[in-house]
Nanobody
Framework: QVQLVESGGDLVQPGGSLTLSCEVS????????IGWFRQAPGRQREGVSC????????YISDSVKGRFAVSGDNVKNTVYLQMDSLKPDDTAVYYC????????????????????WGQGTQVVVSS
C-alpha cells in the first residue's frame, strides 16, 4: 500500500515562505508522478503542481507560477513544494497524491488522474 505523508505546514505572514514535504513509501517516484493540491474552506480542490522525477516533466498552476516551485529527492523518497511570496489566498490544506501516470500533464491537474492521497498539511497565511 502506498503512503504519502505531508509536512511543513504552518502559520506564516504574508510575503513569507514555506517548504512543504511529501514523503512517499514505498519509493514510487521512479514510476509515478506526484501532484500537489490544495483546498481552502468553501472552495473546490485546486491542483497546484506536479512532478515526475523519472521523466523530468513538471507542472505549476498559473495561480502560483513564479512563486511556487516543485522538486524531488529520489534518495529521500520525497517531493517538495517551495512556496515563496505567500498571500492570504494561499491559505488552505495542502495535499500530495500519487499520479496514475509517470509523467505530468502540461495542462491543469485533474483529481481523477491521482490516487492514494496524503492526510494534508495546513498552511495559514495571515498577519
Amino acid at each position: 500500500q502506498v503512503q504519502l505523508v505531508e509536512s511543513g505546514g504552518d502559520l506564516v505572514q504574508p510575503g513569507g515562505s514555506l517548504t512543504l514535504s511529501c514523503e512517499v513509501s514505498p519509493n514510487i517516484l521512479p514510476y509515478h508522478s506526484i501532484g500537489w493540491f490544495r483546498q481552502a474552506p468553501g472552495r473546490q480542490r485546486e491542483g497546484v503542481s506536479c512532478l515526475s522525477t523519472s521523466t523530468g516533466s513538471s507542472y505549476i498552476s498559473d495561480s502560483v507560477k513564479g512563486r511556487f516551485a516543485v522538486s524531488g529527492d529520489n534518495v529521500k523518497n520525497t517531493v517538495y513544494l517551495q512556496m515563496d511570496s505567500l498571500k492570504p489566498d494561499d491559505t488552505a490544506v495542502y495535499y500530495c497524491a500519487r499520479g496514475f501516470h509517470r509523467w505530468c500533464s502540461s495542462s491543469a491537474l485533474r483529481d481523477s488522474d491521482f490516487g492514494d492521497w496524503g492526510q494534508g498539511t495546513q498552511v495559514v497565511v495571515s498577519s
